[in-house]
């Protein structure tokens, strides 16, 4: 009889059997090879005498995988976009600013989230580092890279960018809590129950009489929190005016980019138009 | 008394203040950055009402984070290490290559550890995927991309490094049940803990009379296994004969890189040597 290592050549599918690494598979040969292997195997290869680690754990971990997988994929697409040499390197260093960007803003939310407080500058920080930068200004930088953008378009492109990325959030915050489920199709009570830090919920603390405080702070957070409750959270934040200021922040942001876009600029004008265009969709939304 | 959203801006942090986007940090001040959020803010601004998120979900959000930041400035490393424009592609058309397929190897051994079964192909691909391309093949792929090396080069390089690799990840699988934990610095007890579904137990569960069989089925993969119980499954993977299998594996994969090295081949004689000392040490290492 044969050795097990010896046999166990054979039974390896051809693509298995230690390929020329160099040699890349198409998008549909890789799809093949791996959804191959979740294919279910002969009896005796899956019987096992105990469960296993739990399917959370494995559906965590295959979900982060995923993830990292997206992201790779991500970055293939850009490498294979048909760049240039400078264009790519141009491009790849806003990318990597970005990156660093967003990481930085989703640990700012991370920690900060389940224990809302007073802190508005933390709340502000959460919104440029993960929504103004990486949701309007960077997408902005890299089109304009790839076109060739000098360093003044650039410059009046994040003037234009931040406070609207900055509306767009307060925007986001209003609409988790106070906007029509039906409409958004979000459920009002994710954030609140959540306990995500928005500037919203820092100025209610700050204006609140203390009673009112102390129902912010025992109920925003709260995983189990009802419709009722959340109900009277929402009156609260409406009695302290923490909801008009951050419509009036949001208002007051829209104004400063338009007025930038009638103002003597490099920005041309049927970028102006979409930009134009985009201040008013993003700010006034009610989804 | 001015409005709380016209007080904001005066008390956030230079820095903070949406700064140009286009400007670069250094890591100094990047750091500097991060750091400082991480500071007690004010009692106010610490008191809540209920205890937050669990730690532990907090925790491992952070450590994602933190593996992503590592992701992210490893590719920055490698953008600005000052290639050249054919360099950059080339490298990155390799490193993309790279992470899909080690993400694909990750996916196969995190779904298949738990449950140890008969499948030796599964193992083998594990380990090509997650080892032989991570570990060797790959990183000499991406020093002799750098230097230009045509397509025959990197097709010898495969050939080396695959083997090698194979090697490599079954001597470090010997190692993780019947390493010297004082040597190694590894417990003994983690792999058959986790269930790694390891080329070793699938041979043994192929070789094993039926009550050994059982042991095995029972046994890896049990979080809670002990000394004694560890030292009866490394028993039966010696009596089965899967150790010494995987020695002789381990044996004919260095004899094969060996004897490669010493046929026909466009390698240069410095880098020769270097391969074989590598093959040498990967393949008989201790820890």
């Known amino acids: 009889m044969r050795q097990p290592h010896d046999d166990t050549p ?6 298995d059997r230690t390929p020329s690494p160099e040699k890349r598979g198409d998008p549909q040969s890789r799809y093949h090879q791996i959804t191959e292997h979740l294919r279910p195997k002969s009896k005796s290869a899956i ?3 105990h469960p296993g680690p739990p399917a959370d754990h ?6 982060l995988l995923v993830g990292y997988l997206a992201l790779a994929w991500s970055d293939e697409l850009l490498h294979t976009a048909g760049l240039t040499g400078p264009q790519l390197a141009a491009v790849l260093t806003v990318m990597d600013t970005m990156r660093t960007e967003v990481i930085y803003g989703q640990y700012l939310d991370v920690t900060a989230t389940g224990s809302p407080t007073t802190d508005t500058e933390r709340a502000l920080a959460i919104i440029r580092y993960k929504t103004a930068k990486y949701t309007i200004a960077r997408p902005l930088h890299i089109g304009a890279t790839l076109a060739g953008a000098p360093p003044q378009l650039l410059k009046e ?3 234009y960018a931040m406070p609207l990325g900055e509306a767009f959030q307060l925007r986001d915050d209003l609409l988790g809590v106070f906007g029509d489920p039906k409409i958004t199709g979000k459920s009002r009570l994710e954030d609140l129950r959540e306990g995500k830090h928005t500037l919203l919920v820092a100025l209610a603390l700050q204006k609140a009489a203390p009673r009112h405080a102390a129902i912010l702070r025992r109920q925003v957070g709260n995983p189990q929190l009802t419709d009722a409750e959340a109900a009277q959270i929402r009156d609260i934040l409406a009695i302290t005016g923490a909801r008009t200021q951050v419509e009036h922040m949001i208002s007051e942001r829209r104004e400063q980019v338009l007025r930038l876009l009638t103002s003597p600029h490099t920005i041309r004008p049927r970028a102006q138009d979409a930009l134009r265009t985009l201040a008013e969709t993003v700010t006034r939304r009610t989804s």
Chains 1, 2 share one sequence.
């Not at 054979?10 to 693509?15: F, M, S």
């Not at 494995?58 to 979900?63: I, L, M, N, Q």
């Open 10 to 15: 054979d039974k390896i599918p051809r693509r």
């Open 58 to 63: 494995r559906g965590t971990s295959c979900a």
């Open 47 to 49: 019987t096992v005498g």
């Open 157 to 159: 492109l994040s003037a």
